[in-house]
């Protein structure tokens, strides 16, 4: 956090305090969006009896100001250990308004890391966009998220990544979101060019995602074989059209109901599409940024 003799220029705490409304915005959309297979949504749990989307929405709430202040943390230069440590203060907080139920945790990660890319963006006068923001995260912590940060070993993702050898948050975050970058921005916005329709563009970023991501969340709860299912199954979907099918609600609702009698839930594809949507966000209010 701010120390009290250290003194930020205003539009600097209020280009922070945008983003923060941003990161805020794009995990609501993400929350918001139906139809997504096994995940929770506005009608549904999906495959999660532990959770709603009020639960959600109170999750969200709790993280508000946590993005700010990672982009103060970026836009100063803190060293690593003080952008964990406010993630983890994040993660305690969300953790008490859901008594205990891990809603956002990936997000923090995430979006903790991309908030302080921009603020790094902002020091250095960089162009406020997607590749901009990759780049950052890439050159300025990489290294030590792959090789200095204290993993969980008894996290899910950790224990999945010692037993099938898969990669997880940790090596995406560090890559610079490089899957994001690769197939979901694309996939969104060739959808939107065509379609004008965000549930649409989101859905179909949704579905490339789980055609590809190692998703610990998958893996955690039926094995590699349910991560190759659900993958082959979103290659399916994708290769007869996905959304820009003429009854493409029918064909998920078919996918939303096997995800659901199966206890599917795609956790790390839909944590990679708040992700997406917030990049999105981020160049459009900061287009003009120099």
Same mark, same amino acid.
Not at 53 to 78: E, I, K, M, P, T
Not at 104 to 120: D, E, P, R, T
Not at 209 to 238: C, E, H, P
Not at 255 to 282: C, W
């Given at each position: 956090?701010?120390?009290?003799?250290?003194?930020?220029?205003?539009?600097?705490?209020?280009?922070?305090?945008?983003?923060? @409304?941003?990161?805020?915005?794009?995990? &609501?959309?993400? $929350? *918001?969006?139906?139809?997504?297979?096994? =995940?929770?949504?506005? +009608? %549904?749990?999906?495959?999660?009896?532990?959770?709603?989307?009020?639960?959600?929405?109170?999750?969200?709430?709790?993280?508000?100001?946590?993005?700010?202040?990672?982009?103060?943390?970026?836009?100063?230069?803190?060293?690593?250990?003080?952008?964990?440590?406010?993630?983890?203060?994040?993660?305690?907080?969300?953790?008490?308004?859901?008594?205990?139920?891990?809603? @956002?945790?990936?997000?923090?990660?995430? &979006?903790?890391? $991309? *908030?302080?890319?921009?603020?790094?963006? =902002?020091?250095?006068? +960089? %162009?406020?966009?997607?590749?901009?923001?990759?780049?950052?995260?890439?050159?300025?912590?990489?290294?030590?998220?792959?090789?200095?940060?204290?993993?969980?070993?008894?996290?899910?993702?950790?224990?999945?990544?010692?037993?099938?050898?898969?990669?997880?948050?940790?090596?995406?975050?560090?890559?610079?979101?490089?899957?994001?970058?690769?197939?979901?921005?694309?996939?969104?916005?060739?959808?939107?060019?065509?379609?004008?329709?965000?549930?649409?563009?989101?859905?179909?970023?949704?579905?490339?995602?789980?055609?590809?991501?190692?998703?610990?969340?998958?893996?955690?709860?039926?094995?590699?074989?349910?991560?190759?299912?659900?993958?082959?199954?979103?290659?399916?979907?994708?290769?007869?059209?996905?959304?820009?099918?003429?009854?493409?609600?029918?064909?998920?609702?078919?996918?939303?109901?096997?995800?659901?009698?199966?206890?599917?839930?795609?956790?790390?594809?839909?944590?990679?599409?708040?992700?997406?949507?917030?990049?999105?966000?981020?160049?459009?209010?900061?287009?003009?940024?120099?």
């Amino acid at each position: 956090m701010l120390q009290p003799h250290e003194v930020l220029c205003p539009s600097i705490i209020t280009t922070a305090e945008t983003l923060d @409304h941003l990161a805020c915005m794009a995990l &609501l959309d993400e $929350a *918001s969006l139906e139809h997504k297979p096994g =995940l929770v949504c506005p +009608s %549904s749990q999906g495959s999660h009896s532990d959770m709603d989307f009020s639960l959600f929405q109170s999750s969200v709430d709790a993280l508000q100001g946590y993005f700010q202040a990672q982009c103060l943390n970026g836009y100063r230069d803190v060293n690593f250990e003080e952008i964990r440590q406010c993630g983890i203060l994040a993660e305690q907080k969300m953790m008490t308004a859901t008594q205990q139920i891990n809603t @956002h945790k990936g997000a923090i990660f995430n &979006l903790g890391f $991309a *908030s302080a890319a921009v603020g790094q963006c =902002l020091a250095t006068d +960089s %162009s406020l966009n997607t590749g901009s923001i990759s780049q950052k995260i890439q050159s300025t912590w990489q290294d030590e998220l792959l090789h200095h940060l204290q993993r969980d070993p008894n996290s899910h993702g950790q224990r999945m990544r010692r037993q099938y050898g898969i990669t997880g948050a940790i090596e995406e975050v560090a890559s610079g979101f490089k899957t994001v970058m690769d197939i979901a921005l694309p996939t969104y916005i060739d959808i939107y060019t065509q379609t004008a329709n965000i549930q649409q563009a989101s859905i179909q970023s949704l579905f490339s995602l789980m055609a590809y991501v190692q998703d610990t969340n998958i893996v955690w709860r039926g094995g590699l074989s349910a991560l190759y299912l659900v993958q082959d199954i979103a290659k399916q979907f994708l290769a007869r059209g996905g959304v820009l099918q003429q009854h493409w609600v029918k064909d998920v609702s078919k996918i939303e109901n096997y995800f659901v009698q199966h206890r599917l839930s795609p956790g790390g594809s839909a944590d990679l599409l708040g992700v997406t949507l917030f990049l999105l966000k981020v160049e459009n209010e900061f287009r003009n940024h120099i």
